[in-house]
C-alpha cells in the first residue's frame, strides 16, 4: 500500500486535522526548528514504514564522504586519521548510492569538513535532485567563500558547527573560529538559506552561559538548534572533556528548563530532550542513523570504529549484532553514551509505537 494515496483520501487522520501531526499537539514535530516540508515528509515516511511491518529503518543517513577537515577540535576522533587516510573521498556516485540503498528521506553530509570536498557542490546538487533533505554539516571556516557554489532550496540546512558563546566554542575548536563561524551564518542568512546549528555540549560548559548562547541564537533568527553530549571517542586528543551519564543528565535538566515555554528552536524530538534530562529511558537504536564513509557502511555506528564495515546497507542491517551494542549490552564505550545518533531514532520510533503515551508527556 502506497502510504501517499492515503494522505489523499481525507479520510486519513493526517489530513483530517484530528491526526496530533496536525494540531500540534504531536510531540515528534512541536519544535520550532523543523520545516513544515521536512516534517510533513517524515511523517509520510515514518507511516510507510509502519504499514509496511519494517521494524529497522534509517531515519538519517550519517554521510562521511572524507575524514579531512581544516581544524583539530579536542573532542574529535576524526582528524587523528593517517594521512592516507585524510587523502580519501568518496565519489558523488557512491554518496548517491548510500543514500538509493538505504532509502533514508534525510542525509547529514559531515567528515571531516564537507566543504574541503571538491565535488560537495555536485553532491549537495544530487542529493536535492532525489528530493532528499540534506544538513550540510560545516565549521563554517570556509562557508562565507564558498555560499556561490549553492543556491537556498526547502530540500537544503547549512548546519553550523558551534559549540556555545565564543569562549567555549574556541575552547574546543582554536581561537578566532567562533567569530569566522557567526559571521558565515549571518551571511548566509542574509542570501536566503536555512541555517541551523549543531552543538555538542563537553564538561566545563557552565549552564548559564549555555541558555545565554541559545537565546542569542535565536535573536539571530537561527532556524533550528540540534544539541548532543559529547561523545568519547577513543582518539580525541582531550578525553577529560566528556560528561559521564548522571552528570549529562543533571546539566541537561538545569540548561533546558522551560525550553518550550520560551518557544527555543531546538530540532529534535522533545522525547530525546526528556531523554537527555532522565525524564525517559531508551534503548539504542543506530540502526536509525546508518552511517556510510569512506570505508563503506560502519558497524554499528559512526562513534565506534572497531566494529567492521558492511558493502552494502542490507549487509549493515542484517549482519550487525545490534544487541552487542546500547546502554545494556556491557560495552563500556556505550555505557555513558547519550549521543542523538542512537537515541534520537528511539524517540521518534518511541512515538509510533505509543501515541497516547508520547502526547501525555507534552506536559512533562
Not at 271 to 294: E, H
Not at 310 to 318: G, Q, V
Request: aromatic share 10%; with cysteine.
Amino acid at each position: 500500500m502506497r502510504s501517499h494515496l492515503l494522505l489523499v483520501t481525507g479520510h486519513w487522520p493526517l489530513v483530517t486535522g484530528h491526526w496530533p501531526l496536525v494540531t500540534g499537539h504531536w510531540p515528534l514535530v512541536t519544535n520550532m526548528g523543523v520545516p513544515l516540508r521536512m516534517k510533513t515528509a517524515l511523517a509520510g515516511y515514518l507511516i510507510k514504514q509502519k504499514i509496511l511491518g519494517k521494524k529497522k529503518y534509517p531515519l538519517v543517513l550519517m554521510l562521511e564522504p572524507l575524514f579531512a577537515c581544516n581544524l583539530k577540535c579536542a573532542g574529535c576522533g576524526k582528524v587523528q586519521q593517517p594521512v592516507e587516510i585524510l587523502k580519501k573521498r568518496m565519489t558523488p556516485e557512491e554518496c548517491w548510492n548510500a543514500v538509493e540503498e538505504c532509502g533514508a528521506p534525510i542525509v547529514s553530509i559531515a567528515g571531516g569538513e564537507p566543504l574541503a570536498h571538491l565535488q560537495i557542490e555536485e553532491i549537495v546538487k544530487g542529493f536535492i535532485k532525489r528530493k532528499k533533505f540534506v544538513f550540510l554539516c560545516t565549521n563554517a571556516v570556509m562557508l562565507e567563500y564558498n555560499l556561490h557554489k549553492f543556491e537556498p532550496s526547502p530540500y537544503l540546512i547549512i548546519s553550523v558547527h558551534l559549540d556555545g558563546l565564543k569562549e567555549t566554542h574556541d575552547r574546543i575548536t582554536g581561537k578566532g573560529v567562533y567569530d569566522s563561524a557567526v559571521k558565515a551564518i549571518k551571511a548566509a542568512k542574509a542570501k536566503g538559506f536555512c541555517v541551523m546549528t549543531n552543538t555538542t555540549v563537553y564538561d566545563g560548559e557552565k549552564v548559564e552561559d549555555f541558555r545565554k548562547f541559545v537565546e542569542m541564537m535565536k535573536e539571530m533568527g537561527i532556524d533550528g538548534m540540534m544539541i548532543s553530549p559529547g561523545y568519547a571517542y577513543e582518539k580525541a586528543s582531550r578525553q577529560d572533556l566528556f560528561l559521564a551519564k548522571e552528570k549529562t543528565r543533571e546539566w541537561f535538566r538545569k540548561a533546558v528548563e522551560g525550553w518550550r515555554e520560551k518557544q527555543w528552536p531546538l530540532n529534535q524530538s522533545p522525547l530525546f530532550i526528556d531523554f537527555l534530562q532522565g525524564k525517559i529511558d531508551f534503548d539504542c537504536t543506530a540502526w536509525g542513523n546508518p552511517s556510510r564513509n569512506i570505508f563503506g557502511w560502519q558497524k554499528p555506528c559512526y562513534l565506534i570504529e572497531d566494529g567492521g564495515y558492511a558493502k552494502t546497507y542490507k549487509e549493515l542491517i542484517e549482519t550487525t549484532d545490534w544487541k552487542k551494542y546500547g546502554p545494556e549490552s556491557g560495552d563500556p564505550r556505550c555505557a555513558n553514551c547519550m549521543a542523538h545518533v542512537g537515541f534520537e531514532p528511539s524517540a521518534v520510533d518511541f512515538i509510533f509505537k505509543h501515541p497516547l503515551k508520547a502526547l501525555l508527556r507534552k506536559s512533562d
